[in-house]
């Protein structure tokens, strides 16, 4: 019924416990794996050569030009063809019984999208996170896309029901790609809030019908040098520009800026939010091209429809 999709590079050391002692664990609810290996230079091939005659494992990619996280996940996204899937970086984890107790009450409320807290592993430390958002969700019933939008994405390792995900271009794929073209331009990469960008499109065309369970399913691995890491994402300009863009994305719509505007609460969080992204651009990348050319417009856009509203 449940189907886990993971992207992977050289994550062998991660890999070999992940897939014994997690993903297949007593309890899991998984009930097929789809593996892409995008070019890894490890012992991860060897690792899933283990499960070659695994039926409930299918394994893709190897050799080849690497194709990145999303050309992973368009390459194995067809192959879905059970009714839930889920999605998970393979240096991270889920508890197994955790994540079968939200599958559950997934399946209890008829919801098109579950997802419960999560904790952050860093130098062997594990804490646990306490999301804004995650109470923010207690303003108000169904409030999931003003949650979402107001305080960053904050749904991990999250189940979907498969007939539910959005349709993006002529090959229906659940990440909307022109968020990526758009960011190109900068050379760094792909557009990180895809799972953000996600959620948000699923509370849009699920309004009422997203499970919370309030409890820790799953584990971020926060490492150095993350593509995601204050340095690379926050400092630079690129975190802002990312959220000016989902701004203009979904407030375009009136339907959706006027249901923010109703609840001021969520309206500030927003603006708080995107504000606090911009104070984290160093003075130095405010004179770049990247920010003159590429980040400033769209940046001045969503303010404008921020201050609008």
Known sequence: MLTLLIPTK???????????????????????????????????????ARYS????????????????????????????????????ASDDLFYPEKLALLFQEMLRTNAKMAFGKYQILENGQLSNLSHPGWQARRYKPNCDFEALIGFDHYVFCGIYKTDALPR??????????TLSKLVAADGLGEFRGQDWALALDMAVAHPGEICFVDDYIAVFRKVANQ???????????????????????????????????????????????????????????????????????????????????
């Open 10 to 48: 050289n994550h062998g050391i991660y890999l070999e416990s992940l897939l014994s002692s997690v993903i297949f664990a007593p309890g899991s609810p998984v009930t097929k794996l789809i593996v892409y290996n995008d070019g890894s230079t490890d012992n991860t091939a060897e690792i899933l």
């Open 53 to 88: 005659g695994d039926a409930r494992v299918r394994v893709l990619g190897g050799d080849g030009p690497s194709v990145g996280v999303l050309g992973g996940y368009q390459k194995m996204c067809p192959l879905i063809d059970t009714p839930y899937m889920t999605m998970l």
């Open 168 to 177: 993006h271009g002529s090959n229906g794929f659940m990440f909307d790609l």
């Open 227 to 309: 593509l995601s890491s204050d340095t690379v994402y926050v400092h630079t300009g690129r975190s802002a520009f990312e959220m000016a863009l989902l701004i203009v994305k979904f407030l375009s719509d009136y339907s959706l800026r006027a249901k923010l505007k109703s609840e001021p609460y969520f309206h500030q969080s927003v603006k708080n939010l995107f504000y606090a992204k911009f104070g984290g651009i160093t003075e130095a990348a405010k004179q770049t091209s990247n920010f003159q050319q590429i980040y400033k417009p769209m940046i001045l856009a969503a303010d404008t429809i921020l201050n609008n509203m």
